[in-house]
């Protein structure tokens, strides 16, 4: 065998290694705006893209936009309601279309919960969100009814883009009336 070109051998390899690490300008770009936005954990939940996906959702809801909602979910999404289950992205732009119809929605609003996000597995690339709504309704007739409620979702990332697998909601109800001073037993 003959001398490793370390202590003088003839080099097997006439090109100098490429530098390392090997990076593109979007993963430089990705990694700057960590570092520069102290945004280390969940990305990108919480923090401005959390935001930013919470206010797509919010805007499309606030315009009656069922498609613009709908493209948020996976094709493969399920969508639970209190009225039932929805399979698919077109199952669940048709349930918007339907919602859309019963009257004017507007005041949308989302808020994840403090401890949200949860990591799925180790990719980074899912994660399970808790939280609640808030949204104002005009029927086709009547006062304005202000509703809200809670939220649970699984959100995946596909290439660059975050979207909802799963997304279950709840309608809280009203708080109970307040009895009158009036109108006690006692005093009837």
């Known amino acids: 065998m003959g001398k490793l070109a370390i202590t003088g051998g003839k080099p097997l390899r006439k090109k100098r290694f490429d530098p390392w690490p090997i990076f593109t300008d979007k993963e430089k770009k990705a990694l700057k705006d960590v570092l520069e936005n102290h945004d280390w954990g ?6 401005k893209h959390s935001d930013a996906f919470a206010k797509k959702f919010d805007e499309a809801f606030d315009n009656g936009d069922a498609a613009a909602l709908a493209s948020l979910f996976t094709d493969d999404a399920v969508f639970v309601t209190p009225g039932g289950m929805m399979y698919g992205r077109e199952a669940i732009e048709k349930y918007w279309v339907e919602t859309f119809q019963q009257g004017h929605f507007s005041n949308h609003l989302n808020k994840a919960d403090q401890y949200s996000p949860h990591l799925i597995g180790t990719t980074g690339n899912e994660v399970w969100r808790t939280g609640e709504w808030s949204f104002t309704v005009q029927g086709k007739s009547g006062d304005p009814i202000k509703l809200k ?3 649970s979702a699984i959100n995946v990332r596909e290439g660059d883009t975050w979207k909802i697998q799963m997304l279950t909601f709840n309608v809280s109800p ?3 009336a307040t009895p009158s001073a009036t109108t006690s037993p006692n005093n009837q």
């Open 149 to 151: 409620g809670y939220w």
């Open 174 to 176: 009203p708080p109970a």
């Open 42 to 47: 969940g990305q990108p939940f919480p923090g």
